[in-house]
């Protein structure tokens, strides 16, 4: 068994339908924060390290070996000999298969119908591709699977239309001042666990 030790940065799972803004929320971020934080590109991630089982025409997309990308994971977020000196950005469109332990936030970007259309017609994305992305966002299936796969309070959605000025700046922004309230708080309970323990060794 893995003995984990506690993080000191957190683990941010950003993600949303394709086009979205998830790599470039992520990527903004990582390099925009106070916090050292790194971004998983799980795609690229999936592609260069060939955590895949070939390529599914129907699907137009990678069969994800999910065992080999998770057990590569857990080494990046979870090293065994010291706590990992980065926070993460995890930047999938497929929220539900990470284990919750992992996760001190979810982020779900949400995007209008019509832009999200035009975002992936410029992607050249074939049209059952672009519909089958737009019907998913317009049912919010990765909302949904989200909140089914976390506790409600980590879970935040945000815009991300790129209608009102500065509204990645502003995401960004939030996102981090949320970072930054969770290593004050980690702190803080690695402080009274500190105290707990040496009460118990008092005894
Ligand atoms: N909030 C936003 N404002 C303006 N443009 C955006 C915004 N979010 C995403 N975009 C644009 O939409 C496109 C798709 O973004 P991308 O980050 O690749 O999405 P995803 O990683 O979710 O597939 C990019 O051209 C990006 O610049």
């Known amino acids: 068994m893995t003995t984990h030790h506690p993080r000191q940065f957190p683990v941010i799972l950003m993600t949303g ?10 990527a903004l971020l990582a390099s ?15 592609k260069e390290k060939s955590f895949h089982e070939g390529w599914d025409e129907e699907w137009n997309s990678w069969t994800l070996d999910e065992d080999r990308l998770l057990d590569y994971l857990e ?33 779900v970007l949400r995007t209008d119908n019509e832009i999200l259309y035009r975002r992936l017609e ?23 699977e989200t909140r089914e796969s976390y506790e409600p309070e980590i879970v935040v959605e945000l815009r991300s239309d790129g209608l009102v000025d500065n509204e990645m700046d502003d995401n960004v922004r939030r996102i981090e001042e949320w970072c930054v309230n969770w290593i004050k708080n980690s702190a803080e309970r690695g402080e009274a666990q500190a105290d707990v323990d040496a009460e118990e060794s008092d005894e």
């Open 32 to 46: 925009s924060s106070s916090i050292p934080l790194v971004q998983l590109n799980i795609s690229d991630i999936v």
């Open 75 to 107: 080494d990046v977020i979870n090293p065994r000999d010291a706590p990992a000196s980065t926070g993460f950005i995890i930047d999938h469109h497929s929220p539900s298969m990470y284990p919750e332990r992992w996760i001190d936030l979810a982020v």
């Open 17 to 26: 339908t394709p086009g979205t803004g998830k790599s470039t929320t992520a």
């Open 122 to 144: 410029d992607r050249k994305y074939k049209a059952n591709k672009i519909q089958e992305n737009v019907s998913a966002e317009i049912m919010e299936v990765i909302s949904a």
